[in-house]
Each structure stands twice: as C-alpha cells, then as structure tokens.
C-alpha cells in the first residue's frame, strides 16, 4: 500500500510508508485522536458512526499470530506491540458491498467484495477487519 500511495503523489509528510501496515494505521488513528486537521488519513473503528468506507479510504484486517484470540478492538487500541495486519484500497461502493484492491497478495494484486450493512458500516466477516483510514 506504501508504494501505491506514494505512486500517487502522497509524501513522507503526508503518509508514514512502511511494509508494516500498523505503522501508517496507528498514525491515522493518532492523528484523529488529536484532531490533526492536516492529517491525509483519520483512523476510525469500523462499527462507529462516520466511518463508511468511501472511494479512496483504506481499510484493514488484522492476520498472523495472534489474530484469533484478540478482538478488533485489541488491535485498534494496540499503539506499541507489533501485529500483522493487511490494507485495501475502495475502488467502488454499491448499497450492501464494496469492492477493495489489495497489493503484495503472494506477488499480486486481488480484489475483493466486502459487506457492508444498511448504514454502510462494515458488516464483512471474512476477515477481522478493525479500522477504516478515512481519506481527508
């Protein structure tokens, strides 16, 4: 995700580029916990009014070790212990779904369909999906 946003014109201001995706993600979260109003990205809960993922927002799940005996919760709250974790880009939204587009997937790229409920929330649970990185 790093290489894709830098191909598009974000810079190490903007966005902390890093192969460990918990990096830029609590950056998102702690930027919106301050209010930083020059942040590109906020992060927000996916069950939480606002956090409707939009064209262009980013969203993660959590993977590897650990992930079944935490709560999204846990890895939305984790600002220190390291934590596997992977992000997709919303390419399209419909009603009940959006479609993301995942890099570095065993070398490719993949594309998904991921639920969403009436209010547009996230309601996927294919994977344990824990933060919406809404675009500023």
Do not use: C
Request: charge should be neutral; hydrophobic fraction near 40%.
């Amino acid at each position: 995700m790093s290489f894709i946003l830098n191909r598009a014109g974000y810079t190490k201001s903007e966005f902390k580029f890093s192969q460990a995706h918990r990096d830029y993600i609590r950056q998102a979260i702690k930027a919106r916990r301050a209010n930083n109003i020059t942040a590109s990205f906020w992060g927000f809960r996916i069950n939480e009014p606002g956090s409707q993922p939009a064209l262009g927002d980013l969203i993660e799940y959590a993977r590897g070790d650990g992930v079944s005996n935490a709560s999204a919760e846990d890895f939305f709250d984790d600002m220190t212990t390291s934590y596997g974790s992977h992000t997709d880009v919303v390419v399209a939204t419909r009603p009940d779904e959006i479609e993301v587009i995942g890099a570095n997937v065993q070398d490719s790229f993949t594309k998904k369909i991921v639920k969403v409920g009436p209010t547009g929330l996230l309601t996927d649970t294919v994977h344990p999906w824990f933060v919406v990185m809404k675009r500023r």
